[in-house]
Each structure stands twice: as structure tokens, then as C-alpha cells.
């Protein structure tokens, strides 16, 4: 009998730990559903925000961040500084898993994922 009431609580519990997987956003209408004018946050003090008019604005642990993004062709690309400091221009793949987004270079390598809707 008890395993029986331990069964579905051990299987709701597997099925929450499991991971999401990721999925491509390859198009500005996706993004601006899931992505534009969400606080998106990683901890250890990253927080930006991208804007519905294409500015970037938030705080990384070694100054304020600022910009600008365009989505072009399948790609999210961004100018920014951060704390007053230029980054190289870059168009990214975006990654989605319902509560993330991760950021794809073309060289392969990833972002740390962001947080969707947290501010910290």
C-alpha cells in the first residue's frame, strides 16, 4: 500500500528534474514573444533587458550594460558597451527552453543562460 502512494510522488519528481531542451528561435516574431521586454537575468549580477524599439539596457557585475539589437535573417545581432566599453558587434542563434534563453556564436560556443522573467 505505501508504495503505491510513494509511486506517483516519485515519478512527478523524476519528470520535474528532467531537463528542457532548448530550442532554435529563428525568427523576430518568436523572440519578441518570449524575449522583448522581459527582465532576463544569470546569477552573480547579470541582468539586461531588450526593448521593443532595439535598445539593450542592464547591469553586469563590472558596470552598466548598453546597445542596440536588430534581428536579421535568422539571427539576433547586437552592438553593446559595458561600462562605457565597446563589444564586438555579433549576430547569435537563440536557444529557448520555456524558463532560458542561451545565446549561440558561430563558432559554436555558448552564453550562459539567462533567466526569462526574473530580475535576479
Known amino acids: ?12 519528481s523524476i519528470s520535474a528534474c528532467q531537463t528542457i531542451p532548448y530550442q532554435r528561435i529563428n525568427n523576430q516574431a518568436v523572440f519578441t ?6 527582465p532576463l537575468s544569470w546569477p552573480g549580477g547579470y541582468h539586461v ?3 521593443p524599439s532595439g535598445e539593450i539596457s542592464g547591469r553586469f557585475p563590472n558596470g552598466n550594460v548598453t546597445g542596440k539589437w536588430l534581428w536579421q535573417d535568422d539571427l539576433f545581432c547586437r552592438s553593446i ?3 562605457g566599453i565597446s ?14 534563453i542561451r545565446f549561440k556564436r558561430k563558432d559554436g560556443s555558448y552564453f ?3 533567466r526569462i522573467g526574473q530580475s535576479g
Not at 514573444?33 to 522581459?38: A, L, N, R
Open 1 to 12: 500500500m505505501r508504495f503505491q502512494v510513494l509511486l506517483p510522488l516519485l515519478l512527478t
Open 33 to 38: 514573444e518570449k524575449v522583448i521586454g522581459k
Open 49 to 51: 533587458k531588450f526593448s
Open 81 to 83: 558597451r559595458v561600462n
Open 87 to 100: 563589444k564586438p558587434y555579433e549576430c547569435l542563434e537563440i536557444e529557448y527552453n520555456g524558463a532560458q
Open 112 to 114: 550562459l543562460p539567462y
